[in-house]
């Protein structure tokens, strides 16, 4: 490592422990079913914590919410080298993140991709603040898989324009502050009348009602637009050209659900729960059927997650994801599920409870992750999707005629 590097090394060292509070190095809620909704920032957020706003306030000053981001925009302008020293010192700290944001794994690198400079100076310095939420306006009802399908109608309005349609499983989209939305700005062409627009979840004529799952969580809603004005300035690249953006987000969604710890970690969190379960004197997993598939799940975990490592390098280097997240995702979703499986299977009887006085917290979590990890194959594009691309896409193959 070049002395720049370890010179980097010292100083964010040196800053993370003036900077770090207490108890933002302890393990905190999750984030995937909105537990403490401050974690996700925006106009709404409830800060019960006061130390997890200050993290987040001096990491945002700092520009490290957004490491990689140019200054210009709030972020800290770090090289990637930087800024897998900076994830290292936050690791060996535990420091959690000091927000969880669709703003910055998906919107971000887009608009720095393909907004303009008005755009950009607008929306970028609010996600790395954490002052604005944002949700994402893709599926609809008759537009899952095939996206392209999408039918919610944007009219030019000759000042504006106005937005008729309704989305689907639009993740936290009745506590967002924003969207990114695909429209449909051309009836005659499939992929080339679609266009991306930005809109206040506040506009009138916006309704977001949420969906609750078999997992006891409404994570997901129902989202209607009905005679929405959005001006024309929030309309990111070309009339007709939001295609190539969508697709493009997507490669960031996947890449980051994918990395997140969304494949089942190391598997030692499995391990220890096995063993506390069905353990013997000595530590040992006794049913030698349920430990050997749970090493087969630690070692194809650990296998993942370089392969993850590898393809982020990869993406650095091509300065954005390519087609590779896809096969990531799909090994995620897999993996996940597997781990959730395990776990249940581990628990026995107590793996089974949904609510009462006979059933430990965490054991209630197992079954409502279990039941929730069946979602992971279908969002961020179906697991038959993401086979598609990596055929296409990595391998070369045509389709069959």
């Known amino acids: 490592m070049s002395s720049d590097l370890e010179s980097f090394r010292a100083e964010a060292r040196s800053w993370l422990e003036a900077n770090c509070p207490p108890s933002m190095r302890e393990p905190g809620p999750s984030g995937t079913e909105d537990t403490d909704n401050s974690i996700w920032g925006g106009r709404r957020a409830v800060w019960k914590n006061p130390e997890a706003k200050l993290w987040l306030d001096r990491m945002a000053a700092k520009g490290w919410t957004v490491p990689t981001w140019p200054k210009e925009y709030g972020g800290g302008g770090l090289s990637s080298a930087e800024a897998r020293v900076l994830q290292q ?11 969880l944001s669709f703003g910055i794994w998906m919107l971000g690198p887009v608009l720095l991709e393909y907004a303009n400079d008005e755009q950009k100076k607008e929306h970028l310095p609010k996600i790395a603040r954490g002052e604005i939420r944002w949700c994402q306006g893709y599926s609809e009802p008759g537009a899952g898989s095939d996206l392209a399908g999408l039918r919610t109608k ?7 324009f106005l937005i008729n349609g309704q989305k689907i499983w639009t993740s936290y989209a009745d506590q967002a502050d924003w969207i990114f939305c695909l429209v449909r700005t051309d009836t005659t062409k499939k992929h080339e009348g679609i266009s991306f627009v930005l809109f206040d979840m506040a506009t009138p004529g916006v309704e977001a009602r949420p969906i609750k799952l078999i997992s006891g969580n409404s994570p997901f809603c129902e989202t209607f637009f009905t005679d929405v004005k959005v001006p024309k300035k929030n309309m990111v690249g070309k009339l007709n050209g939001g295609w190539d953006i969508a697709k493009r987000l997507l490669q960031y969604e996947r890449q980051n659900i994918s990395s997140g710890g969304f494949g089942g970690g190391a598997g030692v969190e499995l391990e220890e729960v096995a063993k506390t379960y069905i353990g013997e004197e000595d530590g040992a997993i006794s049913d030698g059927d349920l430990r050997g598939r749970i090493a087969a799940h630690r070692m194809e975990a650990r296998a993942f997650a370089l392969t993850v490592r590898r393809i982020e390098e990869e993406s650095k280097a091509m300065k954005g994801p390519s087609p590779a997240v896809s096969i990531i995702k799909y090994a995620a979703a897999k993996l996940n599920q597997e781990r959730c499986e395990l776990m249940v299977e581990a628990m026995g009887n107590q793996g089974l409870g949904w609510e009462g006085e006979g059933f430990a917290p965490p054991e209630i979590a197992a079954t409502r992750g279990w039941l929730r990890s069946k979602g992971n194959s279908i969002e961020g594009g179906t697991s038959e999707i993401n086979l598609n691309v990596v ?3 990595v391998l070369g193959l045509r389709d069959h005629q």
């Not at 944007?154 to 504006?160: A, V």
């Open 89 to 99: 010192e936050m690791g060996r700290i535990k420091a959690r993140p000091p927000i």
């Open 154 to 160: 944007c009219e030019d309005k000759g000042d504006h």
């Open 391 to 393: 055929a296409k896409r």
